[in-house]
């Protein structure tokens, strides 16, 4: 190899190094570190409350705007933001609707996703938990 061809090879390394970086700095300010409020390098069913208000979650769900989510409108969410979560954990309709009146509050939603997201259960969401929840958000071209 050439001089000019190894310093192009470094060059090109450092810029990919650089852009790799950046990068990092982005998912850390988007995601997980952003709203672990607490620092305890988990994210709680609270915290997740603040990220999902600020995400406006609800409303993408909520196609008619009526503030309930009726069936047919959490299938359409299920299948959009859901995909890379099981559908033993997702569960059924009736799952979510707590008191059984057909349709769910913003409440019986935010608490059931979390726990849909909080795959093993022990009340909060890991890293790898929260990127499933950030991973089919932003799957759809929204961002915070
Ligand atoms: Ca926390
Ligand atoms: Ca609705
Ligand atoms: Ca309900
Ligand atoms: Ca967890």
Redesign the pocket.
Known sequence: MTTKKYSLLCFVVFALMLVNLSACKVSEEEGYGRWDADANAMIDSNEYGTAWNEAGYYGRWDANRDN?IDESEWNAGRNTYMQDVGADQVGAYTD??????????DT?FRDRSFDVYDADRDGNLNEAEYNTWWGGFNRTGNSL
Do not use: I, M, N, Q
């Open positions: 309930y979510w609707d707590v008191d059984g009146d057909g349709r769910l509050s019986e």
